[in-house]
């Protein structure tokens, strides 16, 4: 399995931004479908982005699509999420997910988990 280290968390005002970095260990970084979940207090984990092995396709939950952007330099074996437009329902724990294989899922079904940053949106 891949280790995960979320970075990039912390206490915004609405309508800034915040781009997360998740660093992995490892040299098969490449062979990992990558996505980031969130979970708010008091409500279950949920799908935010995800994009495919080489960068090219990405999908995002509706709630957002415009506003966040996922990506990732192979090189560094780093997957990153620009937050912009950043409102406080945004406000959870922010965690990096990868998952073997070529499929992109919006599912939970990933193979391994960072330990989470928190992002926090204030009105």
């Known amino acids: 399995q891949v280790q995960l280290v979320e970075s990039g968390g912390g206490l915004v005002q609405a309508g800034d931004s915040l781009r997360l970095s998740c660093a992995a260990s490892g040299r098969t970084f490449s062979r990992y479908v990558m996505g980031w979940f969130r979970q708010a207090p008091g409500k279950e984990r949920e799908f935010v982005a995800a994009i495919s092995r080489d960068g090219v396709i990405t999908y995002y939950a509706d709630s957002v699509k415009g506003r966040f952007r996922i990506s990732r330099d192979n090189a560094k074996n780093t997957v990153y999420l620009q937050m912009n437009s950043l409102k406080p329902e945004d406000t959870a724990v922010y965690y990096c997910?990868?998952?073997?294989?070529?499929?992109?899922?919006?599912?939970?079904?990933?193979?391994?988990w960072g330990q989470g940053t928190q992002v926090t949106v204030s009105s």
């Open positions: 997910a990868a998952r073997i294989g070529v499929a992109i899922t919006t599912s939970q079904d990933f193979d391994s």
